[in-house]
């Protein structure tokens, strides 16, 4: 490609990309285009019959379903890797420690002051499964949602900017406060702090070279609000957006609806068993 | 409202007294001064000398966020600033300071929506605000930039950004701290540039800064300070070829002082340059009145 | 309108810049936390941020950090979401003895580190027991598991295990919350809700830090 193509090229690009702004911000994908207030609330849902439906049956299937979502999502093979590590992390230790301790008939074996039941087992089965099934939720929400939109999401439903600015902010100052701190403690490794040693000696080594870099941090808040103000951060004006979100589809409303009036029914059935 | 050939005042100020909450001494110890709209004025002064502080005055940053006693008639476009309410004031007058990093929202991930973020504060349209940093992009040439994450950017880049998105806002008034001091030679010339087109485009600005030899290409006006008081004010060429200048211990361009530095040796400019233009012009004239040849003797 | 909501007008009540140091000290608490990681220290140094925050700026800002850090923190293992009530009472505790000065000298603050760990160790061994059956995770979970292993029973070994931790992780955390506190400029005090406890002469209080004076320009 000429250079000449190669500008035009480029300008044909970047006028896609202002363009885009005019258009419904989007990921490309069904599942990750519905609006995140309702990926909520179906995965909200999809927890909620997780734990009011007794045995082990809800939960296990609640698990099976959140993959397929990660599935159609799009998302599958980083949702299944965090999700897998999940279970092999917590869910399994929650497993053999509620069921060592669980007591119950009728009991399979017995290892010193352990004793483990066939009730032990499912009730530690259970509850392995419970916290997986709702800890799954979580994960696969942030896996299907970025941040920026679920924020965006709260801002056109009416939440504040100043909310939504707090945790935006507080992601990028963990980055730029982490790296500030890298720097720093590679300078100290430099001059000669011991960062290898003793407990008490490394404890010494962490306050001189932290309480700069946090004050520091904590000075530039001033002139962040001077900027941030200058920017009318401080008007009282109904913000707009330059990014949007689609438009919810009928589908995407009676698919909430749906999930939620299973959620209701499966607490309803808690409540009066009706299974 | 005060009006001055026609033009409402800038910013007029009279025997104005600040003292920082938890200070001693007065930041600024009797000011008075009146600067005209559409120009750009330069505000130069050794650290200490009050500059910062008196950019900070005129946007009501002080007092109203900076705690203190404040004594003295401000008027700022025309209204005093108690009549301001802060707010409208910072939106109503642009400003950019050194820090290029903490200019920088830090919630947005592309410098596009970074530059329209005073346009959203505001409340302006979609479609109108895409044009307007459109216009802003081409006119600063960030066309490069604009997917990219602010975050990552340079110092130089996340300065012209910072500007870009207070241009975008368009006020009419910019009031500008040092905004090149912690950038290299050539990411300053770039800035300037920027800042030149300002006054080009008929806004008003202010300008606090030590590059005395930018300072002496672009700005209109020069207000020297020194512990807190105007030592001088006027025209640019008038001030940097005036002793006010060494009075208060700034520098004065390359040039000029090069030209001193001629006088003083016998060999005197037929005129006093301030930029590097004017010092080849007034070089080249007074070697054309001198013989061919050079001589030792 | 609809920026004018519950939320916007509790920060305003709380001064313009609190809000910007809410997400600090949310980074605070995770580059503590790092810190410690990287340093191979045995403790988690990561509500240094939520008690700074509530010392000065109040109960609930502070609280407002404890409670984003961990939901933060969250996304990536959810169960830490169950110990949110922890962060959100070290907060407002440190809301509480901020108020009261604690944080002004030394010893009082050091002496603060015993009502935090009891929080953190007590409430933690708590919700561990009751949330989490008992199956502590991390470093605290080695320390469960070999007390459980050596015959005690698990509540207890909880128990006797997590209190202690959280001591002595609290102590380091409190003393570097009194040295940034110490370290903050006059000038800035002044804009925090809490500063007026800090700048007033009362007591045998922190130093000034820098002082004002060589901010002026």
């Not at chain 1, 070279?209 to 962040?224: G, R, W």
């Not at chain 1, 951060?233 to 979100?245: A, I």
């Not at chain 3, 502590?136 to 128990?159: H, I, K």
């Not at chain 3, 940034?180 to 830090?209: A, D, E, F, N």
């Amino acid at each position: 490609m000429s250079a000449d193509q190669d500008r035009g090229g480029a300008a044909i690009r970047a006028e896609d990309f202002i363009d885009g702004f005019r258009r419904p911000a989007t990921q490309g994908n069904r599942v990750r285009d519905m609006n995140p207030i309702s990926v909520f609330l179906v995965l909200g849902s999809l927890a909620v019959i997780a734990v009011a439906v007794p045995g082990i049956v809800a939960p296990s299937t609640v698990c099976v379903v959140l993959v397929l979502i990660s599935l159609a999502g799009g998302v599958g093979r980083p949702f299944i890797g965090n999700f897998s590590r999940l279970f092999v992390a917590i869910g399994l230790l929650l497993f053999v420690l509620r069921s060592a301790f669980a007591g119950g008939t009728p009991v399979l074996f017995t290892i010193g002051a352990i004793t483990v039941s066939m009730e032990g087992v499912l009730e530690g089965l259970r509850f392995a499964l419970v916290v997986m099934a709702i800890s799954g939720t979580v994960t696969l929400y942030f896996a299907l949602i970025p941040i920026k939109y679920s924020m965006l999401a709260l801002e056109l439903k009416g939440v504040t900017p100043r909310a939504t600015y707090v945790l935006l902010a507080a992601f990028q100052a963990i980055t730029d406060l982490g790296k500030n701190a890298r720097v720093i403690m590679d300078a100290q490794k430099a001059r000669g702090i011991e960062t290898e040693g003793n407990f008490v000696q490394r404890v010494r080594a962490f306050v001189p070279v932290l309480a700069p870099v946090f004050l520091s941090a904590i000075a530039a808040t001033e002139e962040k609000a001077i900027a941030l103000d200058a920017r009318a951060f401080n008007s009282r004006v109904n913000h707009s957006h330059l990014v949007t979100l689609r438009p919810t589809p009928a589908w995407e409303v009676v698919f909430v609806a749906i999930a939620i009036l299973c959620a209701v029914v499966a607490c309803a059935g808690a409540v009066v068993p009706w299974y | 409202m005060r009006r001055c050939g026609g033009a409402v005042v800038l910013v007029s100020l009279h025997d104005v007294r600040f003292t920082y909450a938890f200070t001693e001494g007065p930041a600024l110890d009797g000011v008075t001064l009146e600067l005209e709209p559409g120009l750009l004025h330069g505000v130069v002064g050794m650290n200490a000398s009050g500059k910062s502080t008196l950019c900070a005055l005129i946007r009501g940053v002080v007092p109203h966020f900076h705690e203190g006693t404040l004594e003295g008639d401000v008027q700022v476009l025309g209204r005093d600033l108690s009549d301001w309410d802060p707010a409208d004031l910072s939106q109503t007058i642009g400003c950019v300071f050194d820090n290029p990093f903490t200019q920088i929202s830090g919630i947005k991930d592309t410098v596009f929506e970074e530059i329209a973020i005073g346009l959203e504060n505001l409340g302006v349209p979609r479609e109108a605000m895409i044009q307007r940093v459109k216009e802003v992009v081409e006119r600063l040439g960030l066309q490069a930039l604009i997917r990219k994450n602010p975050n990552e950017l340079s110092g130089g880049q996340r300065q012209k950004v910072a500007f870009a998105s207070i241009i975008a806002m368009d006020t009419d008034f910019i009031v500008i701290d040092e905004p090149t001091s912690q950038l290299d030679p050539e990411a300053s010339e770039e800035i300037f540039g920027v800042i030149d087109q300002l006054r080009r485009h008929g806004k008003s600005v202010v300008l606090v800064e030590h590059k005395i030899d930018l300072l002496a290409r672009y700005a209109d006006s020069i207000v020297v300070m020194k512990e807190g008081r105007v030592v001088m004010h006027g025209p640019t060429r008038d001030v940097l070829t005036s002793d006010a200048l060494l009075d208060a211990n700034v520098p004065p361009p390359e040039v000029t002082a090069l030209a001193r530095d001629l006088a003083d040796a016998g060999k005197e400019l037929p005129f006093m340059p301030i930029t590097r233009s004017e010092a080849y012009q007034a070089i080249s004239r007074r070697m054309e009145g001198r013989p061919r040849g050079h001589h030792t003797a | 309108m609809a920026t004018d909501n519950s939320f916007a007008r509790l920060m305003k009540s709380y001064g313009r810049l609190t809000i910007f140091l809410i997400p600090i000290g949310i980074a605070v608490n995770f580059v503590g936390g790092q810190i410690a990681l990287l340093l191979k220290l045995p403790l988690y140094l990561d509500s240094i941020g939520t008690i700074l925050v509530g010392a000065t700026c109040g109960a609930l800002p502070g609280a407002l950090v404890g409670l984003l850090s961990n939901a933060i923190n969250s996304i990536t293992s959810p169960p830490t979401f169950a110990f949110a009530i922890l962060n959100v009472l070290f907060g407002l505790l440190a809301g509480l003895l901020g108020r009261y000065g604690v944080f002004k000298s030394w010893w009082k603050t050091l002496l603060s580190a015993i009502p935090f760990a009891f929080i953190g160790g007590f409430g933690g061994a708590l919700i561990t027991i009751w949330v989490l059956g008992g199956a502590a995770v991390g470093g605290t979970g080695l320390v469960v598991g070999s007390l459980v292993a050596a015959g005690m029973p698990v509540n207890t070994a909880n128990f006797v295990a997590q209190l202690p931790i959280d001591l002595v992780d609290k102590v380091p955390t409190v003393l570097i919350v009194f040295a940034i506190i110490s370290g903050i400029p006059r000038r800035l005090m002044v804009k925090l809700p809490l500063g007026y406890v800090y700048l007033s002469p009362s007591g045998g209080g922190p130093g000034t830090g820098a002082t004002g004076a060589s901010r002026v320009r």
